[in-house]
């Protein structure tokens, strides 16, 4: 039990620091139902960080830019998971899977580095007590994620 708590709390630190910021322009440009992106629209994050309309502009410039940035890993990265699917269901040999796994763990790596990139200019946006606000909403907002998965369980 200990050991699955050390494990939670070390994944909540992982996903503090690469967490990205989502903000919407308008409360009109919500996503689709079957979407999986959590955001904010403008209006509610400036609320709650206390965000200008400048920095809200500029949050969602880097959104913008980090979305196409990362979709071609993004693209890869569900490719090599198709791949390793496959792979395992033709029982392929151990050192073609290892293969893609390592390509898989590469690109995961390309990713991290360019979403630390993308943080590293939202920081750069945001004040101190902003970050600080941001972090701790993303901390109660997966904490009620994960009650919440557990429960259904």
């Not at 913008?64 to 395992?88: G, R, T, V, Y």
């Not at 946006?125 to 994620?145: S, V």
């Amino acid at each position: 039990m200990i050991g699955r708590k050390w494990s939670v709390v070390m994944l909540l630190g992982i996903l503090a620091l690469s967490g990205s910021v989502v903000v919407r322009a308008d409360e009109s440009a919500a996503p689709a139902a079957d979407s999986k992106e959590h955001s904010w629209d403008a209006k509610k994050m400036q609320k709650k960080l206390g965000l200008t309309d400048d920095q809200v502009t500029k949050l969602n410039a880097v959104r913008d830019a980090e979305k196409s940035a990362l979709k071609p890993s993004w693209d890869k990265q569900k490719d090599l998971m198709k791949k390793l699917k496959d792979q395992i269901a033709n029982k392929a040999a151990d050192s073609d899977i290892q293969a893609t796994l390592s390509e898989i763990k590469a690109n995961r790596k390309a990713m991290a580095d360019q979403m630390e990139q993308f943080r590293s200019q939202r920081e750069g946006i945001l004040t101190p007590t902003q970050q600080a606000q941001m972090l701790l909403h993303r901390m109660k907002h997966r904490r009620m994620l994960w009650h919440k998965e557990g429960d259904e369980k």
